[in-house]
């Protein structure tokens, strides 16, 4: 049982989910005769909800959906905290954009009304068009199609049905506004996105090296020629920042088991689809049966979206759990595996795999009595990359105590000794043990 309790006064609806309060309070004001919603964050404490129109989206189904989509996917078979969701992720991207559009202002910078709600608007829905286990589903559910190709076409939808009230926030997630700057925000080397989901995996996972000092560097914000920069003062922060990045990126991000959990699940479902293709009976959830049994290249029309807006962590979840009762052993091995945890063993290092390892892990394997696309899903190699910098596009700008303004990778001396700019790639090989 939880032990810990709270009282408001106000008008108050709590969810406890194990020992974490998500808590609504709705408060009439006196002034503007309007309730304000406000949401009990871990991480921020109180968010404000003082726009109607967010409060709409907040509470349309499509944003709903991601309650149930998990912000870091299969992490929490390593990280057993880090079952936080994408509906967290996106009030916390909410909240920075609307400490940062504070600021801004503070310091001069002109927002009009309009501009600010829809700056919230946008950081609000960037994740929107994520599926369930988005990057296992990326690459074999629907393939070739990018989460933020799907926010927009959910963003796009949702104008429709708001009346052109999301226009300019489209504008602004698709970096067409002239006020470059509000783009940046959203999507950029040092965006709100990312300050956010550092500071809360950090948080859910205990890993500390992720958790930034995000309200610092939101302080030194400002705006030059509608570009944004760092004040020169906050520069130290921003390192930090990038530093964080690449080691969460390696540590928890990357992490050896929660890589080859993904991996796992990414090749089931390209045998689900191939036994559908064979007319194999699975029982599996309608919304992702649809998917699944159909060579969906985009998501393309107004019913594509409605029946991707249906899929969920749930229908992977309970498929799994019917799938590893099956009949045909590599979708009841790999669902059973990843279930339990019972994963592949995976060897990381900095230079490919020879022909020579990967015949030996399958050799283990031959008393599995596996055809070689079947002994592929048990032995298989690739490579992962990590670049905390990308100097070409989006440089980072730095607005110096003169007044100029200069990049980050010409100021910063940790920069100038270590190459942040640089991909490092590594490359993996995984294999089952011999003995089933």
Not at 35 to 44: A, E, M, Q, S
Not at 57 to 67: G, N
Not at 174 to 196: A, C, E
């Amino acid at each position: 049982m939880c032990g810990f309790r709270r009282s408001t006064s106000s008008s108050t609806h709590k969810i406890c989910i194990g020992c974490r309060f998500i808590t609504f309070v709705k408060i009439k004001s006196l002034k503007i005769n309007q309730k304000l919603t406000l949401l009990n964050d871990p991480i921020y404490g109180f968010i404000h909800i003082n726009a109607p129109i967010i409060f709409k989206l907040l509470e349309h189904p499509f944003f709903q959906r991601l309650r149930r989509i998990t912000q870091m996917g299969l992490s929490s078979l390593v990280y057993p905290g880090a079952r936080h969701s994408r509906f967290e992720h996106a009030l916390g991207c909410l909240h920075l954009m609307q400490k940062t559009i504070g600021i801004l202002r503070e310091k001069g910078v002109s927002i009009n009304n309009n501009e600010a709600l829809a700056m919230q608007i946008a950081i609000l829905l960037h994740d929107i068009g994520h599926g369930p286990f988005s990057h296992a589903m990326e690459n074999s559910l629907v393939k070739g199609v990018h989460h933020e190709s799907l926010s927009l076409q959910f963003m796009s939808y949702l104008n429709k049905e708001f009346d052109g009230q999301l226009t300019l926030a489209i504008s602004i997630f698709q970096n067409q506004y002239q006020r470059k700057f509000m783009h940046q925000l959203v999507s950029g080397q040092i965006d709100l996105d990312r300050m956010d989901y550092l500071k809360r995996d950090s948080f859910y996972t205990a890993a500390t090296e992720g958790n930034i000092n995000s309200e610092r560097i939101i302080t030194m914000f400002n705006v030059i020629d509608d570009e944004l920069v760092i004040e020169e003062k906050g520069m130290h922060s921003v390192e930090k920042f990038l530093i964080a990045r690449r080691l969460m990126y390696w540590q928890v991000y990357l992490h050896k088991t929660s890589l080859v959990g993904e991996l796992l699940l990414e090749r089931l479902l390209i045998h689900v689809r191939k036994l559908y293709k064979e007319g194999v009976e699975l029982n599996t959830p309608k919304s992702l049966t649809f998917f699944l049994n159909h060579d969906t290249g985009a998501i393309d029309s107004e019913e594509l979206l409605n029946r991707f807006a249906l899929l969920d962590d749930y229908d992977i979840i309970s498929s799994l759990k019917e799938w590893q009762h099956h009949s045909d052993f590599v979708l009841k091995d790999l669902s059973s595996r990843i279930l339990n945890r019972d994963l592949l063993k995976i060897h990381i290092k900095n230079s490919p795999f020879t022909e020579p390892e990967i015949l030996e892990k399958k050799a283990l394997l031959s008393s599995w009595k596996l055809n070689s696309e079947q002994l592929d899903n048990y032995v298989f190699t690739g490579s992962i990359s990590n670049q905390a910098y990308v100097p070409d596009t989006k440089t980072i700008k730095i607005l110096k105590k003169s007044g100029q303004v200069s990049s980050l990778q010409e100021q910063s001396e940790l920069f100038i000794r270590n190459s942040f700019s640089n991909i490092e790639s590594k490359f993996y090989l995984c294999f089952a043990k011999p003995s089933l």
